[in-house]
């Protein structure tokens, strides 16, 4: 399930700490030689005169050096601007001041000039202080890295297309990358395992965000319905042949296990086969099917089996409906009907997660039709993209109460975000 998800989001972690430690490596080898000769082009004339209180700074001892820390940070705050300016090797000058130190102490020929030009860079003063540090050996090869963006911006750029590519509805891809660059960008690196920890948390909570959509509870609805004394009507509806008769006789089995007695209603009066379709089902689970003839008005189906529920304290009424494409105004108008005549507690739309961003698309025209309260996606047992269990909810703003995960009675599980968050981004 969700294989390829699973696989695009691992690859993005992947991709970014190798490219936060493959800049680390060109910038450690580089720095020393490649910067100072960057610099001598860029600035070749400057003003020593802040720079020798820079250096006098370095000169003094640890206190008087770890009292200017924070004009080190704010140092580092306009490099950062900085580094929107003059690009990623900028910044890390600023970052890597550290690494600088150490080539300058092992070219000693090259101080002086490094001197000169530093003049008016923002960084000099960050570039000076570190040396005591760097003398402790404190000092390892990503100690000062601050991601950047463009450290992770054609990485996630990647993850975008490809997420589009899986059938990740677009709004929802978009909200995935400027959430993960949001948190990423200007996080302190301390050692190379933290690039991946971090973009797996930034992922996680992204998709978490994506997920988390409040909805109504089925039980708890149901105990509510209980306690009132009237029946809960769900209604199931969604194009044909997403899984709403297999799934009503999945729910009926889930809410007998719990304790509670449905009524099924054949309101699918209009495909041939339906009422013994389901007819089938209700016998195998032992529940009662309200039906009448087929071509029926199945608004007056799902009526009879709330009067049903009512006169035999049924707790939970399920109205099975004909599969309807959304352009099909006649079906979607009698669907309309149905919905006026039972006033149902809940809507339920059951989508096909196989079919992708068509499922995400039809799910908004039912939404738009009716109101739906909830989602059921099937089929998830045979879904490797996973498009649509990631967006449905988010486009239509619904929860995702079930997925169903095969063909049998009891393949139904409850959908919780943090589950899903696990199956794509577990270890
Ligand atoms: N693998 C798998 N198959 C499912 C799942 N749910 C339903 N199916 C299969 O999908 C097919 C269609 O299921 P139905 O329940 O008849 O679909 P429907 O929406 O009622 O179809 P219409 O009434 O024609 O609109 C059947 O073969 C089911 O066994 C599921 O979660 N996983
Ligand atoms: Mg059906």
Do not use: C, H, W
């Given at each position: 399930m969700f294989e390829s998800l699973k696989k695009k989001f691992k690859g993005t972690i992947g991709k970014i700490s190798d490219n936060v430690a493959s800049e680390e490596e060109l910038d450690d080898s580089?720095?020393?030689?490649a910067d100072i000769k960057s610099k001598d082009e860029t600035v070749p004339s400057s003003d020593s005169s802040e720079n020798k209180s820079s250096k006098a700074v370095s000169k003094n001892d640890l206190t008087e050096s770890s009292k200017d820390v924070s004009?080190?940070?704010?140092?580092?705050?306009?490099?950062?601007?900085?580094?929107?300016?003059?690009?990623?090797?900028?910044?890390?000058?600023?970052?890597?001041?550290?690494?600088?130190?150490?080539?300058?102490?092992?070219?000693?020929?090259?101080?002086?000039?490094?001197?000169?030009?530093?003049?008016d860079e923002t960084i000099t003063e960050s570039e000076e202080k570190p040396e005591e540090d760097d003398k402790s050996g404190i000092l390892s090869f990503v100690t000062n890295k601050t991601i950047s963006e463009?450290?992770?911006?054609?990485?996630?750029?990647?993850?975008?297309?490809?997420?589009?590519?899986?059938?990740?509805?677009?709004?929802?891809?978009?909200?995935?990358?400027?959430?993960?660059?949001?948190?990423?960008?200007g996080q302190k690196i301390r050692r190379r395992s933290d690039v991946a920890e971090f973009t797996r948390e930034a992922l996680k909570k992204a998709i978490s965000e994506i997920l988390d959509i409040p909805g109504k509870d089925l039980t708890s609805l149901l105990e509510e319905a209980k306690k009132s004394g009237e029946p809960l009507k769900i209604m199931f509806v969604g194009i044909n042949g997403t899984g709403k008769t297999t799934t009503i006789a999945k729910i009926s089995t889930y809410f007998i296990n719990k304790g509670y007695t449905p009524v099924i209603a054949a309101s699918d009066t209009f495909r041939a086969g339906a009422i013994e379709q389901l007819t089938h089902h209700a016998d195998n689970l032992d529940v009662k099917i309200i039906k009448h003839k087929k071509g029926a008005d199945p608004a007056a189906v799902a009526f009879d089996a709330v009067a049903h529920a009512r006169a035999k304290g049924k707790e939970l009424v399920l109205v099975d409906t004909a599969g309807r494409m959304q352009t099909n105004i006649n079906l979607m108008d009698e669907m309309k009907k149905i919905k006026r005549v039972i006033k149902p507690d809940l809507i339920i739309y059951v989508g096909d997660a196989l079919t992708g961003n068509d499922s995400v698309e039809q799910a908004k025209k039912f939404n738009d039709a009716v109101t739906v309260d909830g989602i059921i996606l099937t089929k998830a047992d045979a879904d490797a993209k996973g498009g649509a269990a990631l967006s449905i909810g988010y486009v239509i703003q619904k929860p995702i109460l079930f997925l169903g995960v095969g063909q049998s009675y009891s393949d139904i599980i409850e959908f919780k975000p943090e589950w899903m968050v696990e199956q794509i981004l577990g270890e």
């Open positions: 580089n720095s020393s030689a004009e080190t940070e704010s140092s580092e705050t306009e490099a950062e601007s900085d580094s929107k300016k003059s690009g990623f090797m900028g910044f890390l000058r600023g970052n890597k001041s550290s690494e600088k130190e150490e080539s300058e102490d092992s070219k000693p020929s090259k101080t002086s000039e490094t001197e000169e030009i530093s003049a463009k450290d992770i911006e054609d990485i996630l750029f990647e993850l975008e297309m490809s997420l589009l590519e899986g059938d990740v509805a677009m709004e929802v891809a978009e909200t995935i990358i400027t959430s993960v660059k949001t948190d990423l960008v």
